[in-house]
């Protein structure tokens, strides 16, 4: 089984700063990675797929990049609708199919 | 447009039984797999198995294994997840979710939730 390890668990920054979110696989799933959006009371969100590849109607600040072991989900300015639990999901090896634990962002 | 809608929330007592649905729209059903995943209160994605809606193959992850049937309805482009011997540990939202294209294990449409309680 892949296990994806999230960091950090909670990430506290203000609306307009940098988001730096991290992805890492205890073995290669190649760029075979997807990041996902959680707000409370909601269903997970895509929001990239195949490591940098952004879904239609994503906004543009949402970036991801990595390959390999190592993947990287940058908000490039945070908006207040952003600030929401992130997990990203591997589907190089299943099942089973396997998810990170999470990071929270959260307002400062 | 593309919706997946689930059934109503349940509650059970452990040991029970809970048949959850998935009613697809706006896409033709066989062509993409239904997935399941949990989310235990205040916990994490929990992948359960895939249905193929094309063939019916099925795989499923091993803590379920052998406790869970997932099934399909061509004839409604509705899916189905069967838990069986209902523990409290299994009280959690369950998702169905779309495979984005044919193989490929990326969700880009997921159901609302259906809230399972597992309560004496």
């Known amino acids: 089984e892949i296990v994806l390890t999230q960091s950090p668990a909670t990430l506290s920054l203000s609306p307009g700063e940098r988001a730096t979110l991290s992805c890492r696989a205890s073995q290669s799933v190649d760029t075979y990675l997807a990041w996902y959006q959680q707000k409370p009371g909601q269903a997970p969100r895509l929001l990239i797929y195949?490591?940098?590849n952004r879904v239609t109607g994503v906004p543009a600040r949402f970036g991801g990049s990595g390959s390999g072991t190592d993947f990287t989900l940058t908000i490039s300015s945070l908006e207040p609708e952003d600030f929401a639990v992130y997990y990203c999901q591997q589907r190089r090896n299943w099942p089973p199919l396997t998810f990170g634990g999470g990071t929270k962002v959260e307002i400062k | 447009q593309v919706q997946l809608v689930q059934s109503g929330a349940e509650v059970k007592k452990p040991g029970a039984s809970v048949k959850v649905s998935c009613k697809t729209s706006?896409?033709?059903?066989?062509?993409?797999?239904i997935n399941w995943v949990r989310q235990a209160p205040g916990q994490g994605l929990e992948w359960m198995g895939r249905?193929?809606?094309?063939?019916?193959?099925?795989n499923y992850a091993q803590k379920v294994q052998g406790r869970v049937t997932m099934t399909t309805d061509a004839s409604t482009s509705t899916a189905y997840m069967d838990l069986r011997s209902l523990r409290s540990d299994d009280t959690a939202i369950y998702y169905c979710a779309r495979d984005r294209s044919a193989g490929d294990l990326t969700f880009d449409y997921w159901g609302q939730g259906t809230l399972v309680t597992v309560s004496s």
């Open positions: 249905i193929s809606t094309y063939n019916g193959n099925t």
């Open positions: 706006g896409y033709t059903f066989t062509t993409y797999g």
């Open positions: 195949d490591a940098s």
